[in-house]
């Protein structure tokens, strides 16, 4: 997936880097052509918000910290082909092509619901209910909004979509992840959001036909796994879609199995084999936050122990599937036991 740029890169985007990278190598290692792409998600209101706060422009604040994720990529020793911008003028002509090709299945209307600019996102009434009117993930309060928008029908695809995961055309590992959308789809897919008033978040897309509008930044930025590869006209696209899997966190499930399987049928597209979804990082056990005080860099542990034992660490001490832990200690240990005394004896061993 590609990285929102409201924060700094930290050690969950550094994770999903290096299991990206290992696969991308292991199918060259087996003479498979691969394009590996990651990039950088760039646009909407939190963007815009973190710019003004830093008193930037919008697009300066998106170029200093879209370089971040790249050197983040660099120092990690990550194998990605491709490095795509949301801001690139080619994914802004791509994007609004796949809009005109998804026409059918849009349309205007009223939309009231609850908003958080930190999750950029629309939440229902239960949920807001349920927190007590205020966002647990940014500590603050949900906005009701009023306002016209574009909907896309994504309520129309909910049994193909369904249909291909459990047919196992469409694979979601691990299994948890499978039921857990699956679930999402028996309650019920509605018809999302795909814009907002210009005049509300200038910093977007606009819609074609209509620059009242912007497009909503999670509609455009899951058009990014085809834009960079040049569809619709593209030797690369026709080549290498659909893609054989996306590395995706836990927290972005719903947009990428949902939402993205809906465009993806909308444009008469295959989805993508397989969705790998991978779990989070705490650091001594709880949630990273800077409040606590308990935030680390991936910069950081690299420059203490090097590139490949961070690799070495986050593939085989932070679980595949589920949640894993960071702890110096924990590090320390493995760096010494297992890749002094036992890898670096045997390699000893057998020069």
């Given at each position: 997936s590609i990285p929102y740029v409201n924060g700094e890169p930290h050690i969950g985007h550094a994770l999903e880097f290096v299991m990206a990278d290992v696969l991308a190598r292991a199918a060259r290692a087996q003479k498979t052509p691969v394009i590996f792409s990651t990039g950088t998600d760039e646009h909407g209101g939190k963007v815009a918000e973190k710019a003004a706060e830093h008193k930037l422009k919008p697009e300066v604040f998106a170029d200093q910290m879209s370089k971040k994720f790249q050197d983040l990529a660099k120092m990690l020793n990550v194998s990605n082909d491709r490095f795509i911008r949301t801001t690139d003028p080619a994914h802004v002509q791509r994007a609004q092509m796949i809009w005109k090709n998804l026409q059918k299945d849009i349309y205007k209307g009223k939309y009231?619901?609850?908003?958080?600019t930190g999750d950029e996102a629309f939440f229902t009434e239960a949920v807001v209910k349920e927190n007590k009117g205020i966002c647990p993930n940014h500590n603050r309060k949900y906005e009701q909004v009023q306002e016209e928008n574009y909907f896309f029908k994504l309520s129309k695809y909910a049994p193909q979509i369904?249909?291909?995961i459990e047919s196992g055309a469409f694979r979601i590992a691990p299994a948890t992840r499978k039921h857990e959308i699956l679930?999402?789809?028996?309650?019920?897919?509605?018809?999302?959001?795909?814009?907002?008033?210009?005049?509300?978040?200038?910093?977007?897309?606009?819609?074609?036909?209509?620059?009242?509008?912007?497009?909503?930044?999670?509609?455009?930025?899951?058009?990014?796994?085809?834009?960079?590869?040049?569809?619709?006209?593209?030797?690369?696209?026709?080549?290498?879609?659909?893609?054989?899997?996306?590395?995706?966190?836990?927290?972005?499930?719903?947009?990428?199995?949902?939402?993205?399987?809906?465009m993806l049928l909308g444009l008469g597209l295959p989805l993508p084999r397989m969705l790998y979804v991978h779990g989070f990082v705490t650091v001594d056990g709880k949630k990273m936050s800077k409040s606590l005080g308990n935030s680390i860099t991936p910069e950081e542990i690299i420059k203490k122990?090097?590139?490949?034992?961070?690799?070495?660490?986050?593939?085989?001490?932070?679980?595949?599937?589920?949640?894993?832990?960071?702890?110096?200690?924990?590090?320390?240990?493995?760096?010494n036991n297992e890749l002094a005394n036992e890898l670096g004896n045997a390699v000893q061993r057998t020069a």
């Open positions: 009231i619901g609850w908003y958080c369904k249909q291909a679930q999402v789809i028996k309650d019920g897919l509605e018809d999302i959001s795909i814009s907002r008033p210009s005049n509300k978040i200038t910093w977007g897309i606009p819609v074609p036909g209509d620059t009242t509008q912007v497009m909503y930044v999670w509609f455009e930025a899951l058009m990014n796994y085809i834009t960079v590869l040049g569809y619709p006209e593209h030797e690369d696209f026709k080549k290498y879609w659909p893609a054989n899997v996306q590395v995706i966190g836990k927290d972005i499930l719903r947009f990428h199995a949902a939402i993205w399987s809906g122990y090097g590139t490949d034992a961070f690799r070495y660490f986050f593939l085989r001490h932070i679980p595949s599937y589920d949640d894993g832990d960071f702890n110096w200690d924990k590090l320390h240990k493995a760096y």
